[in-house]
């Protein structure tokens, strides 16, 4: 416990140092006289019954669930540490509020001044109050202490949300005033960040002029998507489509600054409409996370690593796994060691939410667990980085990890022609020297397609996913192959670790809901949980299919260069930009 070794006065700070002399004969009583033992030891008596009795109740309550005993049946022991643990929390509660206290009451009295803390008896104070808790106890030069300033407060009288905008951001500038505290002070979200948005614009001397302030709901921001918010970005959104998939339409929305990427996949979506649409598949649906945990030899990680994979522990684990949540379903264990570290790779359903934060309670839980049976153990981190989480790793490559999903499509000869402006063998050609050897040449890890992360990026970003999971989530292998003679094209893309959720993080922010909506998969699915976060995985495959096709043909056809250089530097040519556009991609003019 930190003890505050500046000297203490019984005076009132406003007062005349002379009065001094009388009124420090006459000290105030103290909280701690009413203790029948030195407030030192008492205070580590308590301390020491508090932690004590919460170590002894966890270790109980860790014994219960390992045997399924319901918590609520307490013997006497347990109940005796409940009523150790409450009755030393009231105590330290109440001895942590007597400096607030004291201030308090300083400032309400005319004679009343901050109280002596010392733990000695009233005959042992002489003219010079005595800090308490420190090492060496002398006399002091008797100071006159300047109360700190009500908190969060500006002018006397006034508290912060009173002040105009402009003074609150001044102090914050200088200090007086913490940004981050804004939001719980202000209680209005929208101008915390107006008036941070203003502070910041004061600190850097540049203005934040065309960073949009309103038009966003701040309280659906807070505690969850961003923090010391000054605005937010405004990213146009396109739609491609209709993109027929499993026989089902969806018009894609994608949220992107990069010209000709919405169109191009408008185009690759018109190709496979066509032809008759795409068919995906589900592969694996589980989310991953990674522990490490260390020994003192490899010999007993060895010993770890034999009973997470013994399949007669499975059972037992995975009950303790899915206490967690109600959707949280344990599939596998597989551990890696390197020496005596271990690292414990745990795969789970998460319903219609992405998952991570669900599958590391129930990785905690675990881990709660294999301490009681492996006492030895040593919890480095409950992310080992063999997750792996935002990083192309082999290991998402290899076994997946979200949503694996593969998706295909036959094209006609025809339509290839016709829409794509090239021919089958053109394609073939182009995506095994490109996608395949070139990548491969390259070193790719996961990397064997044209611009996945293009169409997976901006598809997140409509729909409020994380942006940075967009690496592993664009793992991706692009076949083509020619079908029926070489007359017809198979396409497929195979993506094996597409991390999306229809709820929780940004989907519930207005404009991300919306797009969640038009794709008819907001929210949970309540019939069959799982099912509108595995459709929008599909719809992200079947969406990276289009791309590719049109990305491809594009190259094949000697377009892409002419495309961009015209379409994207048009943009103050709104009837140019749109003639390039209908003359790349084959569209009828308007009448």
Not at 116 to 133: E, K
Not at 330 to 338: I, K
Request: overall charge neutral; proline content about 5%.
């Amino acid at each position: 416990m930190k003890t505050d070794c500046r000297t203490r006065t019984s005076v009132s700070p406003r007062r005349p140092q002379q009065q001094l002399k009388t009124q420090r004969d006459w000290p105030k009583p103290l909280p701690s006289d009413a203790l029948p033992l030195p407030v030192s030891l008492t205070n580590r008596i308590f301390m020491v019954l508090f932690f004590s009795a919460s170590y002894y109740l966890m270790r109980r309550w860790r014994d219960k669930i390992t045997t399924s005993t319901p918590l609520h049946m307490l013997n006497l022991g347990e109940i005796a540490a409940l009523i150790a643990q409450l009755a030393s929390f009231i105590y330290l509660i109440g001895f942590f509020g007597i400096d607030y206290v004291q201030t308090y009451i300083s400032k309400s009295g005319d004679d009343a001044g901050p109280w002596d803390l010392d733990d000695d008896d009233h005959a042992s104070r002489g003219n010079i109050p005595r800090s308490r808790g420190c090492s060496n106890r002398k006399a002091q030069t008797p100071t006159i202490p300047t109360p700190p300033p009500p908190p969060m407060q500006l002018l006397s009288g006034k508290t912060l949300g009173e002040h105009t905008d402009e003074d609150i951001a001044s102090a914050i500038r200088e200090g007086a005033v913490p940004s981050y505290s804004l939001e719980a002070v202000l209680v209005d979200c929208g101008r915390a960040a107006s008036v941070r948005q203003r502070a910041v614009e004061l600190a850097t001397g540049r203005s934040l002029e065309g960073l949009p302030i309103t038009g966003i709901d701040y309280a659906s921001i807070l505690g969850q998507c961003c923090e010391m918010v000054v605005g937010y970005v405004q990213i146009p959104v396109g739609v491609a489509g209709p993109l027929l998939l499993d026989g089902f339409e969806f018009t894609v929305p994608m949220a992107t600054t990069e010209g000709c990427l919405v169109a191009s996949t408008n185009r690759g979506c018109k190709a496979i409409y066509q032809s008759g649409g795409a068919t995906s598949t589900l592969l694996k649906d589980s989310m991953t996370r990674a522990p490490v945990v260390r020994f003192a030899t490899a010999k007993r990680a060895a010993e770890l690593k034999f009973y997470l994979e013994d399949a007669n522990n499975f059972e037992n684990l995975s009950v303790i796994f899915n206490r967690t949540s109600r959707f949280a379903r344990l599939q596998d264990m597989f551990c890696a060691l390197a020496g005596r570290n271990a690292y414990l790779r745990f795969t789970s359903s998460t319903g219609d939410a992405m998952g991570m934060n669900m599958v590391s309670k129930g990785v905690q839980n675990v881990l709660s667990y294999l301490k009681h049976v492996f006492p030895d153990m040593e919890s480095i981190s409950i992310s080992g980085n063999f997750c792996a989480d935002k990083k192309a790793t082999a290991v998402n490559w290899v076994e997946g990890r979200g949503k694996s999903v593969v998706c295909e499509a036959v094209l006609k000869g025809e339509i290839i022609s016709k829409v794509l402006k090239t021919s089958v063998s053109a394609l073939a050609e182009l995506n095994m020297v490109k996608n395949l050897a070139g990548s491969a040449l390259a070193g790719s890890l996961g990397g064997f397609n044209a611009h996945a992360s293009n169409i997976v990026s901006a598809i997140f970003i409509a729909t409020g996913q994380d942006p940075a999971q967009n690496v592993e989530s664009s793992h991706c292998i692009t076949m083509m192959e020619p079908v029926n003679g070489g007359q017809d094209l198979h396409v497929s893309v195979t993506m094996p670790s597409i991390e999306v959720g229809t709820v929780g993080g940004g989907t519930q922010l207005a404009s991300q809901a919306a797009c969640l909506n038009l794709l008819g998969v907001k929210g949970a699915n309540l019939e069959s949980p799982g099912r509108n976060s595995q459709t929008l995985a599909r719809i992200v495959a079947g969406s990276v299919l289009a791309g590719e096709i049109s990305l491809m043909s594009a190259l094949a056809a000697g377009q892409l260069v002419k495309s961009h250089m015209k379409y994207n530097r048009s943009s103050q040519n709104v009837a140019a930009a749109s003639e390039i556009y209908l003359l790349v991609y084959n569209l009828p003019h308007s009448p």
